[in-house]
């Protein structure tokens, strides 16, 4: 939100602070009144006394004038900070999904099986049960579909959907006319039962011949609702737009309010009509990919959400404000003060002069000074939790963007080994009694070229011992061990992987990360597997760094139960050191993100923690278990 920006449109979103202005009114106008009786009553004895109490009204007036629009202010930042993180997370999720899947369709176009079915050499019905287990495991797909080079479907996976012989879909030519995908979302023939469907194409061709088109088309809406649902409390929402229409929505009440958006859309990208408060956020793109030109606008009705003034907030910890507002809370006190001492004084002058008339005045000025001190009181400690409760939002929302995006990244490690242990040419190769291990690198360097979160990628056989590198030809012919990869070689299911501890590793120049590893299987007996190698240190610290809030000082981390340090942005902290953490931290085990205040290398952080709750079946229905917590300080 712009420092500058006027406050006072804003005002009827608040109806308490409207309430708490009509008080500051009432009040400034019976001061007047009560000191307009003292003067009739005893202006000689007391002139100087009224006069005072006359400077102290303007003050108190002036400091209505200062502090009603930072309390605004204060509030429309909230908001608006808020709706913006959701409206930017809801959005850079998306797209760090949709990153993937450029990768999926492009490696997906060159796997031999489906070359071989075009070439009229792998049957159907291999091939679709080949097709069903790739959707088992990357489930962002309800199809897959194949065409020939003139939009003929030659092969579909989704039984419910019910494609015409002959496409028309322009997607297909485009893809045959473009080196490498195509995106497209909107209505299709190519699924009829859908109002519009987001299609990642890719042409398939052997020996640089075209052989067709291999389409994968992505489970948006429910990709969109998972993301809504996790994002947004009672009263908020979201919808995708391009400008002209909307393209997916949290609520029926966020479609019907696209319109009122459109009409009323402001440059400075805040805006509100009818109580609700709109903000917009465009993404932020991921590893150069941007998709669609859609973007977020998130909105709630400020109005209704703050119809009664706040309850009295649990925060007992104040944060550090800024000089301008520390100022206007020191004004606060000496209006406070004054009014004390107007009353002390006149105490004294009533009773040396004798001036009992005085007395009613003065307990009428003690009454409303009583008054005005809650009024201020109330005000300011609505202002600093305003604040506080702004970078408590900030933490937790920081802290669980960070862990949602690696459970998210890591799900497609643990797809993308299982689905790779599929591939033909390494059952075929590892079935030999001497592979080719030059025709096993090839494939590995080409893989490794469209997923480049990894180091390398390496095949061992079935006594362990690796036999191809995509990287690091240096470590063929040498044995790889752990339980992990005993579990691999022992293995008979491909829904199965299984990952190392979050340790150093020879694999990775002796720094720490994760292999994930499954097994590669010919006509049901494990003939050896792969180990693919995380590219933890930058990928991880991107998380970081990525989530943490702009503009704020402090840092964040990945940690384990133990407190062994995984990732951190702090200049200081050691990879694989611990963290001397409170045993409320380290045990922490709710679905949702928390807040705690702690002391930390001498400073005061306010730190938002949040456990990994994994993304569709990874963690949540394999079997893989790996607590890790992501902590967000900031100095407050």
Known sequence: MQEDLDSTPYITLFPFIMQSVKLFDDQNRFLKKIILT?????????????????????????????????????????????????????????????????????????DTAIIDFLKGEYSSEALRKRLIEYTMKYSVYNEIIITDTKGNVQLNINDNNVIPSSASDMIIQKALQTEGYIEQYSHSDLFPSQTR?????????DNNQPLGVLILCFRFEDEMERIFNALLNPGEHIFFT????????????????????????????????????????????????????????????????????????????????????????????????DLSDVIINGELIASKERVYVLTPVL???????????????DTVDNLENTIMEG??????????????????????RANDCRWWALTPIFEEELSRELPDTKRLTEVLEYINSLYTVYTNLFIYDKSSTIIASSNDPII????????????TLSNSNTQYYFVSPFENTPFYDDKATYIYNATIQSNGKTIGGIGIVFDAYPQFHA????????????????????????????????LMERLELDDSILRFNSQHPEHRFIVQDGKKYLVGIALSQGYREYKCQDNYKNDILSLTFIEY
């Open 197 to 205: 469907t987001l299609m990642f194409a890719q042409k398939i061709t």
């Open 476 to 487: 063929i012919g040498k044995k790889v061990s752990g339980e992990y990869i005993t579990k």
């Open 391 to 412: 970078l408590i939002f900030d933490v937790k929302a920081s802290a669980n963007l960070a862990i949602d995006i690696m459970d998210r990244n890591l799900y497609e």
């Open 543 to 574: 998380m970081l760094k990525d989530s943490f809030p702009s503009s704020k000082a402090g840092f964040s981390s990945f940690i384990d139960r133990k407190g062994t340090i995984l990732s951190t942005t702090h200049p200081t902290h050691n």
């Open 38 to 110: 003292g003067k009739i009553c005893a202006l000689e004895k007391a002139a100087n006394l009224f006069s005072f109490t006359e400077k102290t009204i303007e003050t108190f007036s002036d400091l209505k004038e200062e502090l009603i629009p930072l309390l605004i202010r204060e509030n429309i930042k909230k908001y608006s900070e808020e709706l913006l993180t959701k409206g930017q997370i809801s959005i850079d999720i998306l797209i760090r999904n949709l990153f993937e899947r450029t990768a999926d369709v492009g490696f997906l176009a060159t």
């Open 242 to 337: 391009t400008g002209k229409e909307i393209i997916t929505a949290s609520s029926n009440e966020a479609y019907k309010m696209q319109n009122e958006f459109k009409n009323i859309h402001t440059v400075s990208g805040i805006t509100y009509s009818n109580g609700n408060l709109f903000i917009s956020a465009k993404t932020k793109g991921y590893e150069g990919y941007y998709g669609a030109p859609w973007k977020s606008v998130a909105f709630i009705n400020v109005k209704k959400k703050t119809q009664k003034a706040p309850t009295q907030s649990t925060i007992n910890e104040k944060c550090s404000l800024d000089e301008n507002i520390k100022a206007i809370i020191r004004k606060a006190d000496d209006v406070i003060e």
């Open 363 to 377: 307990d009428n000025l003690r009454n409303i000074s009583s008054s005005i001190l809650s009024t201020i009181k």
